[in-house]
């Protein structure tokens, strides 16, 4: 049994910073690509970065490429999303998932519940 969950989101000003966890049990998440995405309201949704098993190679949304990192501590079974200069549209519930190393959000077997970031102007 995989699960995933999701700290440290909450509410931050323009041009803060929040980093997020994922904390993930089961013995397969620790050999598998991860990653998040976020979902506003009305919104399908989207995705923001992934890592590989490893953490040896990292693929980004073009909305948040040098501005987001996406990094794992396999001893820690942790995945984390260091997210700076914020801005109101990254307002999102954030999810972080488990399964192939994909953009596709179909592709992932496993999520966690979510966790708010709301960013204020």
């Known amino acids: 049994q995989v699960q995933l969950v999701e700290s440290g989101g909450g509410l931050v000003q323009a041009g803060g910073s929040l980093r997020l966890s994922c904390a993930a049990s089961?013995?397969?998440?620790?050999?598998?690509?991860m990653g998040w995405f976020r979902q506003a309201p009305g919104k399908e949704r989207e995705f923001v970065a992934a890592v590989t098993w490893n953490g040896g190679s990292t693929r980004y949304a073009d909305s948040v490429r040098g501005r987001f990192t996406i990094s794992r501590d396999t001893a820690k079974n942790t995945m984390y999303l260091q997210m700076n200069s914020l801005k109101p549209e990254d307002t999102a519930v954030y999810y972080c998932a488990a399964g192939p190393y994909s953009n596709s959000a179909r592709n992932y077997n496993y999520w966690g519940q979510g966790t708010q970031v709301t960013v204020s102007s």
């Open positions: 089961g013995r397969t998440v620790s050999s598998s690509p």
